[in-house]
């Protein structure tokens, strides 16, 4: 299942991070007054009256330069902005309306998403009517909050339940249970014949969904007891003359359905090994934090044998380097060998990102692994890392507290996440590890 996504977005210092903490309850973001300070998106998983969302605190947005940090923090925010189901458009009602809302309200008219205008710093019933110039927006009328104080932060909530779609939702089972499985990869390598041969497996009772978008069709069917859903699959179950189509269509497609999806599956041809393109959306899967396999198709164009599996794995995974915790499968659609494999695959790395460690465990944990390798001094200081707790789940998010967050190098982050790995598994699911200050 998904969760609704909703995104909080408006310019620096309108209250982002403290309407996010406000509804988490929790000081999960940094507070500061400064521009940019909350660069990285937080997610978190929010409920109110019965309903779960998450929430995302999509960070910054910087008008009017073109420097690489700047564009990067723009990405970041389209991004999250194309992943929303509802846009919590957030407004400085004391400072009025700028030239920097305008741009933002633009780009969330162009980008189609349902978006509910909040004015913020409405600290007093007597501030409300500051609220009102932002009607020009074009967006409906602005809801007046104040983030610090708590105001009418409950009616908030309320609108935004509101507005979550049903389908995304808790709507029943099959949502709860479904897990929804991309198929992607470079044309050519199988993934339409591999569509059809599971899809072709006796007993299943296969179901066209439309999807998100107008010509995306999602496939539908139970297997061993679980709902599974393949996504996007229009292209691929009737295969068009255009589906031979330029690189370009083909990655726009693939984007769309990873991000559409919990788990996917990257599938390649064994006769041509790894290409570029092949490494490149598994960055993608893996920066959207879905659930990944890799999927080795036409093995039956390969020498037979234990031992050329292995040579072939091998040569794989030294390629792949920083994806080894990446499952490998090698099957064939042609002959369908392996193929339910691809299914069963998903379902454990869908299950071990819902996984969630208990802060207990995952505090013996580290107390483990510092003893074993302590962190690296930062400058002449000493890196501390007293506490862990797993903030979210589908995906698995760490924090690690500590007194220098941007003092834990990089490789020993890595130290710290290959021995999480070790002793809690996740295999396929990329981990968030993030260090806050305590
Ligand atoms: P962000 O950069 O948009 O995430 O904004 P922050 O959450 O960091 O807030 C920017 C500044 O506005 C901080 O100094 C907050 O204390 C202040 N602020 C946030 N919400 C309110 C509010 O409801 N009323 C008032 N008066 N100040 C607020
Ligand atoms: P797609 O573009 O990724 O959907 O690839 P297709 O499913 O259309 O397959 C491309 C070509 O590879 C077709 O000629 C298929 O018959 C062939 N093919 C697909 N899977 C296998 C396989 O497992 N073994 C062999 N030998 N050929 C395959």
Known sequence: MRLPVVAIVGRPNVGKSTLFNRIVGRREAIVDPTPGVTRDRKYVTAEWVGRRFLLV????FVSG????????????????????????FLVDGRAGLTGEDEELAQMLRKSGKPVLLVANKIDTAAHEGLSAEFFRLGLGEPLPISASLGRRIGELLDEVVQRLPERVGQDGEEQETALRLAIVGRPNVGKSSLINAVLGMPKLVVTDIPGTTRDAIDTEFDYRGQRLVLVDTAGL???????AAVEYYSTQ????????????AVVIDASEGLFDQDKRILDQVVQQ????????NKWDLMPSG??????????VRDELRTFTYVPVLFVSAKTGRNVTQVLDVALAVDGERRKVVRTRELNQFLQEAVAQHAPPAFGTK??????????NAAPPVFAFYCNY??????????????????????????LTLSFRRK
């Open 57 to 60: 605190d999509t960070g910054g």
């Open 65 to 88: 330069t073109d420097e690489p940090i700047h564009r990067a923090v723009m990405e970041q925010l389209q991004h999250g902005i194309s992943e929303a189901d509802l846009v919590l």
């Open 237 to 243: 179950r009737r295969k068009s003359r255009i589906s």
């Open 253 to 264: 497609r693939s984007l769309r359905a990873i991000r559409r999806a919990d788990t996917v």
């Open 289 to 296: 934090r879905k659930g990944v396999l890799l999927v080795v």
């Open 306 to 315: 234990a031992k050329a599996t292995l040579q072939f794995e091998q040569m």
């Open 382 to 391: 000493e890196v501390k890392i007293r506490f862990c707790t797993q903030v």
């Open 405 to 430: 967050p941007r003092g834990v190098q990089a490789n020993y982050q890595a130290y710290l996440e290959k021995q999480l790995r070790q002793r809690f598994g996740f295999m396929g699911v990329p």
